[in-house]
């Protein structure tokens, strides 16, 4: 249930992708390569799930909105970079720099 359950909760904020190198670790020395493999499934299904209403109706762009890397944040919900001045907190380069 713990994929599926890290599956889901992707599917709500996919900040949690950040956790997907440990998980995979813990899964591979758990689990082994092919039960690995069958729980990556397993949450690649219940992704193709939840999105299927989306990926149905709006295709182009839900896959669009999903993976749009030229967002610019807003400095005034950032937490973390704060400091920063909202010239460089929105520049381009900045945002190159936080994905490399």
Same mark, same amino acid.
């Given at each position: 249930w713990g994929c599926v359950v890290y599956s889901l909760a992707v599917s709500v904020k996919m900040n949690i992708l950040l956790y997907a190198p440990g998980l995979l670790y813990l899964l591979l020395c758990s689990q082994g =390569?092919? #039960?690995s493999a069958?729980?990556?499934s397993l949450c690649a299904l219940v992704?193709? =799930?939840v999105g299927a209403p989306f990926l149905l109706s709006h295709p182009v762009s839900y896959i669009r909105g999903s993976f749009d890397l030229s967002r610019v944040f807003m400095h005034r919900w950032s937490v973390n970079? #704060?400091?920063l001045p909202e010239d460089v907190f929105v520049s381009k380069p900045l945002a190159l720099c936080l994905l490399a």
């Open positions: =390569v092919r #039960k069958a729980l990556i992704q193709a =799930v970079l #704060k400091f």
